[in-house]
Structures are given as C-alpha cells and as structure tokens.
C-alpha cells in the first residue's frame, strides 16, 4: 500500500515552458488536493476534487490547472511556468465526508529560473 | 487568503525537555488538526480534535481544542531526536484545509 505518490521529484523549468505534475493515491478516497508550500507561508491550497468529476479552486489557483483523471489520479498543470512559481508542491488525499484527516504524497520540489 | 497563526516560529531544546505550542485563529473551526513534517517529506497527521475543550493524546504528544473554538495547543513530553520537523496545525473549513504557518523544532542530545 503506497499511500499517496508523486512525480516527478524534482523538476526545474525556464520560464515559460509547461509541465504537469502527478498524483495517484491507492487508498480509494474519493477527494484529492494540489498544495504549495513556500518558505514562512505554510501550505496553501491551489485546487481541490472532492469528488470524481469535480474540480474547484483553492486560495491560489492563478496559473494552474488540474485534472481528476478518475478516482485514483490527480494532475496539476502549469501551462507557462513562472518564477513565483518556483516552490514545493504536494498532494493530499481523504475519505469523501473526512476532509480534515488529509494524507500527503512526499512532495515535488520545482524550480523555475 | 486566511492562515493560522503559530506560535513559536521555531524552538531549540535540548532531549529530554518539554514543548509547547499554540495556533491561533480570528475564526472558527469545528475540527482542528496537528501535522508534522519531516524533512524533505511531505506532512503527517498526529492528532485531530472533534469539539470545544477536547483533550486528546498521541503517545508523547497531547493536543488540546480551545473553548474559544479559535485556538488549539500542542504540548510534546521528554522530547527526543527524531521529534526534529516542523509542525503544523491545520482549521477545518468547509472542504477545505487551512493551515498555520508551522513551528520548526529542533532537539540537541
């Protein structure tokens, strides 16, 4: 049981250039999350899925766009990288109806010079 | 965007000692949560808290649910090495998250 993975584990960009990270969680929760953590700020929530079929934005979700494949994988996207965009992205997983007990994928370190 | 705030931003202690630390909110939550987060991994739920005054333990760790519904506290006994990290306490709001900024701390033997 791998819990939540993520690839790729590291990436650096120019800027400009698109990529698309991804999330598979084999825990069969129905909701799935896209974070960033930056230096001081905590995490901060870019775009969720509660459920299959379903995407709503977070508190920063300029810049991004996401995916919910089907009920295992998550993507996120960045269409034309930026250097403000240069931090640690995570995603998180949880039972439909638990949404504060979140489990968390081990991150992938991005930077955009 | 809204974030919790936590206090100290980090501590230095020495093994063996005690920790405590708080997060405070100007809203309400009806669940609060406590996170660590080793290094270079992403965070991991230790303790959540359902109700107003809860107290709640987790081996050495003891979370507490403020009256206020604003405030939580995280208290570590007898601390040891790999209690090294950053720990985070998180709101619960609506589907979402919202979580403080974190207390890095850091145990010497």
Redesign the interface.
Known sequence: NAG?TQTPKFQVLKTGQSMTLQCAQDMNHN?MYW?RQDP??????IY?S?SEGTT?K???PNGYNVSRLNKREFSLRLESAAPSQTSVY?C?SSELGV?????????TRLTVT | ?Q??NQSP?SMFIQEGEDVSMNCTSSSIFN?W?WYKQDP??????LI?LYKAGELTSNGRLTAQFGITRKDSFLNISASIPSDVGIY?C?G?QG???I????TRLQVFP
Request: charged content about 10%; hydrophobic content about 35%.
């Open positions: 939540v909701s974070y001081g700020m905590g995490l901060r929530l969720y509660a709503d977070g508190e920063v995570f998180a949404p504060y007990e979140q489990y968390f994928g081990p991150g | 965007g974030q919790l931003q669940t949560l270079g991994e992403g965070p991991v739920l959540a985070f998180a619960h589907n979402k998250l979580f403080g900024t974190g």
